[in-house]
């Protein structure tokens, strides 16, 4: 859907985005049994020159975080260290950027790798040379996204229940405040109680909640997001209050929230979206403030519902009530500083 670009101008960095090369790895899969893996064939390529189209079709994106997808690992370096290869690929990806010739724009300006904290104190090697492989480097995810139901996740996902609990995940958690890292947690609205007590444990750390802490709307939770809402709300009220906390509003166009219920790229306008997500949205900024909210992409998994533009109009509409200094906050203010990219907004 073509839409005029709303308040073209407003500085964005978009603080979750992937990049990958899925060609060869979904032929492995099983035929897809729900939409996720659907929509990860539709989005089988996905890296610079995807990238830049999505991020230069008419927004002001300024720069980037690229999350972890477990992309382009390095199989020679050994089960622990592979993921280096990721954080070294993402890595040329943000050289080529940063070369000029695109620009003042700036993608991959910091890069969210991935390492096994139920490693325990050994994770502490594996930060060090995931801080070694690029001055980009600033944080892990580590996703603890589990669910009774295994359609829900399917077979890409494999976390174990209670993963932000156990004691040697917790110790591997511990080495990143010894180096300034942050931590993304990916997790669905049923297990919120772990990344509340995960961030209560850890007050110094800090935390970025991914897509609103992903409410669920699909398999045998198809139907119950309005059922589910005030408990995921209390929930998000409750973690908001752990103050080294942020949130990520985005990632409710993917496939799991069925927000819309009819992707992929579903081809709906951004005031419907914006209709759709605003009791999400609206709850997370009230919780948390724009001081420790951004919107994010979530691309290309969003593809599911939005197009780039349209997503970011979206935005756009919900924040439309919000001052200019909560609207910098929310669309680049947060993410530069949870992620250390001011020097992107100092112009």
Known sequence: MNEAILEPELPIIDPHHHLWDLRPVLPAFPEPRHDFLETLAGA?????????ADTH???NVVGTVFMECGAFYDASRGEALKVVGEVEFVNGVAAQGASGLYGGYRPCAAIVGHADLTLGAKAGEVLDALQAASP????IRHAAAWDADPEVLGPPFHAPQGLYLDSTFREGFAELGKRGLTFDAWLLEPQLGDVLDLARAFPDQPIVLDHCGTPLGIASHRGKLTENFGRWRNSI????ECENVSVKLGGLAMAFC???DNGPAAGLGSEELAKL???YIDTCIAAFGPARAMFESNYPVDRWGASYPVLWNAFKRLASGASDSEKRDLFAGTAARVYGLE???AA
């Open 44 to 52: 089988a390529h996905y890296t610079f020159d995807q990238l830049q």
């Open 237 to 240: 009220q409750a973690i908001a």
């Open 343 to 345: 020097h992107l907004l």
């Open 258 to 260: 069925q927000l819309p």
């Open 136 to 139: 980009r480097f600033v944080g």
């Open 57 to 59: 079709s008419g927004h």
């Open 277 to 279: 997500w605003e009791p």
